[in-house]
């Protein structure tokens, strides 16, 4: 079966630091990876979305960006952190080109200070 | 006017009431309809997903679609404090996921 898992499940740092969240799909190949911010009230922000390695698309302008060096690993970065960054990020895999359903990692929640 | 339009609530019950949940969308192109649960701090957790119009039953949970009116909806039978959660619908067109705000329930002992 497939599972995922996203690390660090807690963190807070300093503004103008550099962050780096990680995620890894296992029991599947070639995923559709994509980053979710998730704001209280404001449902699910869609990042960044990967289709294959290499392959990022954004969605919103910021100072994040995403990489994904092997199949089934997909990365959220910053160089500098603002304070505005602070929320709870959540890594998610589809399958296929139509997937007909999208799975969760346990999330991310970033406080910036 | 948003792709889905869900009630945040809160909703509150006592245990064993019957908790229906909805959902509505504009977009006719939507195929998949999807219902998640989420516990605080943690990430949706896929309950169902069905496709047609109809019922869909697993347990003491049934997802109804209404494609003509474009209106979903979650039904929890005999509900428990442990399905005190955030309940969020979300919906597919080609390859772009949609979801709904969440809407939260909260189950009385």
């Not at chain 1, 869609?46 to 289709?51: A, E, G, H, I």
């Not at chain 1, 304070?83 to 359903?101: E, H, K, M, P, R």
């Amino acid at each position: 079966s497939q599972t995922i898992h996203q690390w660090p499940a807690t963190l807070v740092q300093p503004v103008g630091s550099p962050l780096s969240l990680e995620c890894t799909v296992e029991g599947t190949s070639n995923p559709n990876l994509y980053w979710y911010r998730q704001a209280a009230g404001r449902g699910l922000q869609l990042l960044f979305y990967s289709v294959g390695i290499g392959q990022i698309s954004s969605e919103v302008p910021q100072n994040l960006s995403a990489s994904r060096p092997q199949d089934r690993q997909f990365i959220l970065s910053s160089k500098k952190l603002l304070l505005s960054d602070s929320g709870f990020y959540l890594c998610a895999w589809s399958q296929g080109q139509f997937g007909n359903t999208i799975y969760f990692g346990e999330g991310s929640w970033l406080t910036v200070v | 006017q948003k792709e889905v339009e869900q009630d945040p609530g809160p909703l509150s019950v006592p245990e064993g009431a019957i908790v229906s949940l909805n959902c509505t969308y504009s977009n006719s192109a939507f195929q998949y309809f999807m219902w998640y649960r989420q516990y605080s701090r943690k990430g949706p957790e896929l309950l169902m997903y069905t496709y047609s119009s109809g019922n869909k039953e697993d347990g003491r949970f049934t997802a109804q679609v209404d494609k003509s009116s474009k209106y979903i909806s979650l039904f929890i039978r005999d509900s428990q404090p442990s399905d005190s959660a955030t309940y969020l619908c979300a919906m597919i067109s080609g390859n772009q996921f949609y979801f709904g705000t969440g809407t939260s329930l909260t189950v009385i002992p």
